[in-house]
C-alpha cells in the first residue's frame, strides 16, 4: 500500500517546540517533492513548506519563514519539520504531501497525502 504517515504532532506549550515525520511506505521518497501543509478549524488548508527531490532552497510560508526548518532523510524515506519558538496560530492539522518529479512543489497537484497530524500549542 502506497501511503504517507505522519506523526510527532502533540501539545506544546507556546515558545516550545516539536518535530514531525513523514514517512512514506510502498514506494520512495528520493523522486519526489514533500510539502507540509496545515489546516486550522474554521481556516483554509496552508502551504507551510516544501523541499524539493532535486535539491535547492526549501520554500516557506512567510508565517514560519526562520522558526520552521524542513528536511528529508532519503535514506530514511522520511521528510521532516522543526518546528521552533511555536504560537498558538501554529495550532493545526498537520499534513504532508508528495509530488512526483524533480522541481514543482505539491499545490493543487499532488499524487499522495498523510492523514495528519494535530499540533496544538497552548499554555
Known amino acids: 500500500q502506497l501511503q504517507l504517515v505522519e506523526s510527532g504532532g502533540g501539545l506544546v506549550q507556546p515558545g516550545g517546540s516539536l518535530r514531525l515525520s513523514c514517512v512514506a511506505s510502498g514506494f520512495t521518497l528520493d523522486n519526489y517533492a514533500i510539502g507540509w501543509f496545515r489546516q486550522a478549524p474554521g481556516k483554509e488548508r496552508e502551504g507551510v513548506s516544501c523541499i524539493r527531490s532535486s535539491g535547492g532552497s526549501p520554500n516557506y510560508a512567510d508565517s514560519v519563514l526562520g522558526r520552521f526548518t524542513i528536511s528529508r532523510d532519503n535514506a530514511k524515506n522520511t521528510v521532516y519539520l522543526q518546528m521552533n519558538s511555536l504560537k498558538p496560530e501554529d495550532t493545526a492539522v498537520y499534513y504532508c504531501?508528495?509530488?512526483?518529479?524533480?522541481?514543482?512543489?505539491?499545490?493543487?497537484?499532488?499524487?499522495?497525502w498523510g492523514q495528519g497530524t494535530q499540533v496544538t500549542v497552548s499554555s
Open positions: 504531501a508528495a509530488l512526483y518529479g524533480p522541481l514543482t512543489c505539491p499545490s493543487d497537484l499532488v499524487d499522495y
